[in-house]
């Protein structure tokens, strides 16, 4: 997208715009964790910009994770007008060594031989380790790569054996038990749905009210069509994003973009499959083609990284926000910064002001422009929602429109809508309290509100109207534009556009 930005770089003032009074459209992913998920704390990340909380599956048991869930909705009890969406996110395959036979830690020296044998019941030394791939000969090739312990230990294959490999090691390292291993390059022949993500969906996401999955190494469009049916018809309202982490899952991009709700750009992993240099390539398709699709996308892994430690970011930490938010992402994540960090809070008003200051870098006018040009060229002419959509941002540019108003069933307007990157602010009203918690939680520059009913427009889009005078955003005489569907209450059936003036 940046080609279309036109930086508002032009004078001194682009150094501090004035933000304050403005609404953040970028949202705010926190993982929760021990720093963090006591209602107190919980509390704090909302008041800070919290759009989304993300329930990380590889840590803790259902136990753990409901009693915060249960904190996380009492705190919001307590702030009746913030829609936080609820985020499962999938332990998903792993590849890992086994135990050691000092049940401690080895030393594998740079240029020693080392074994990797698919016999998990072996107790490793520094010559031959375990590890819980079985299909491990059949993926590697000779002179390919193996990434231990998050690519602190870095083995060259030498030798395939019939129930492991020879590996030679690149660099002297200390190695714990049981560390993640990646094969770069390598097609994992592993489900993408575990056993215990499964469970996870059926008997936490389903039963406590999620509202997205963010799917661990999808790999083809197919793992997203797998997971709709663990979901069933009780999960048909989840949306699922689909974690790109693997080369596999980079070259069927188009294809899983296809099938999914969302993308959450991975970088952690990706970066162990692809050349750490090439990331920064990857996150900018993979944000490019979303924003074409008009499927909201996050980018996450390390972005405040440093803040788990200490109380002010680097430097390179908020260019790589504000970067992320100029290649047009809808939302950007914090992991171990809220979940385990010193400071947490901090961390998220860092990146809510870091936000802030990329948008006013913004030229939203061109920006519709060239998104529009380059949706009609690369998908065709457009269906009748999306029309009336991108119409409804053009209004409103063309009018000076203080603000957008959309009437949703399943949000899906709104999404429309938002694709078009109005530089006005998107409130949205729905009758499904879901609908309000995805919108808000992931949908750039929205804010919803719940309402009893559908029925009755001309009543809803008069409490719109006073709901932008709450917020700051519309005075007398302002104008507003509204876009809804002809037959109230119908989802699907978006097909009008009203120009409203404040009152």
């Known amino acids: 997208m940046s080609a279309a930005l036109s930086l508002n770089l032009q004078n001194a003032d682009c150094i501090k715009a004035n933000v304050e009074g403005v609404q953040r459209k970028t949202k705010i992913f926190c993982t929760l964790g021990p720093a963090c998920w006591s209602e107190e ?19 803790g048991d259902h136990v753990s994770h409901l009693s915060c869930l249960n904190r996380l909705r009492a705190a919001l009890a307590k702030r009746p007008n913030k829609n936080v969406a609820i985020m499962l ?21 740079k240029d020693s031989l080392i074994e990797l044998t698919t016999d998990y019941e072996f107790l490793g030394d520094e010559t031959k380790i375990a590890c819980s791939y079985p299909q491990l000969p059949e993926s590697v090739k000779v002179g390919g790569s193996v990434l231990v312990a998050d690519g602190s230990l870095v083995l060259t294959v030498t030798e395939i054996k019939d129930n492991g490999i020879v590996c030679r090691a690149n660099n002297t ?25 499964e469970d996870d969906l059926i008997n936490f996401g389903l039963v406590h009210g999620i509202d997205y999955i963010a799917a661990s190494f999808v790999r083809t469009g197919q793992d997203v069509d797998n997971i709709r049916k663990v979901l069933g018809p009780r999960g048909r309202g989840i ?53 074409l699709a008009g499927k909201p996308v996050v980018t996450a892994t390390q972005m405040l990284e440093s803040m788990i430690k200490a109380p002010r970011p680097t430097r390179a930490e908020c260019t790589d926000v504000a970067n992320a938010v100029l290649d047009g992402t809808d939302a950007v994540m914090l992991s171990g910064e809220s979940a385990n960090g010193d400071y947490p809070t901090q961390a998220v008003e860092v990146m809510s002001a870091t936000c802030l200051q990329a948008e006013t870098a913004i030229h939203y006018n061109d920006v519709y422009q060239s998104l529009r040009n380059a949706v009609l060229e690369v998908n065709g002419p457009m269906q009748t ?119």
């Open 89 to 109: 996110d999938t332990k998903g395959p792993e590849i890992r060594t086994g135990f050691l036979a000092n049940k401690d830690k080895v030393t594998i020296q």
């Open 41 to 59: 704390g919980l509390l704090e990340l909302i008041d800070a910009g919290m759009n989304v909380a993300r329930f990380n599956f590889s840590h």
């Open 385 to 503: 929602a999306e029309a009336v959509a991108s119409s409804a941002v053009k209004t409103a540019i063309d009018i000076n429109a203080k603000m957008l108003v959309v009437l949703t069933e399943t949000g899906n307007t709104a999404r429309l809508v938002a694709k078009y990157r109005p530089e006005m602010p998107v409130l949205v009203l729905t009758a499904l309290e879901q609908t309000a918690r995805q919108t808000e939680g992931f949908v750039k520059g929205v804010v919803s509100r719940c309402v009893g009913s559908m029925i009755g427009t001309d009543s809803i889009l008069y409490r719109a109207t006073e709901t932008g005078k709450e917020l700051g955003w519309l005075k007398t005489g302002d104008a507003v534009v509204a876009v809804h569907g002809i037959q109230e209450a119908k989802a699907g059936s978006t097909n009008l556009l009203k120009v409203l003036f404040v009152e």
């Open 173 to 197: 390292a200390v190695l714990g038990e049981r560390k993640n291993m990646n094969l770069p390059g390598c097609k994992v022949l592993l489900p993408t749905l575990t056993e215990k993500d």
């Open 239 to 291: 949306k699922i994003i689909s974690k790109i982490e693997s080369h596999e899952g980079m070259e069927n991009f188009d294809d899983i973009l296809a099938k999914t709700d969302g993308i959450m750009v991975a970088r952690g992993d990706l970066g162990m499959e692809i050349p750490p240099e090439t990331v920064f390539l990857a996150q900018g398709m993979m944000i490019r083609k979303a924003n």
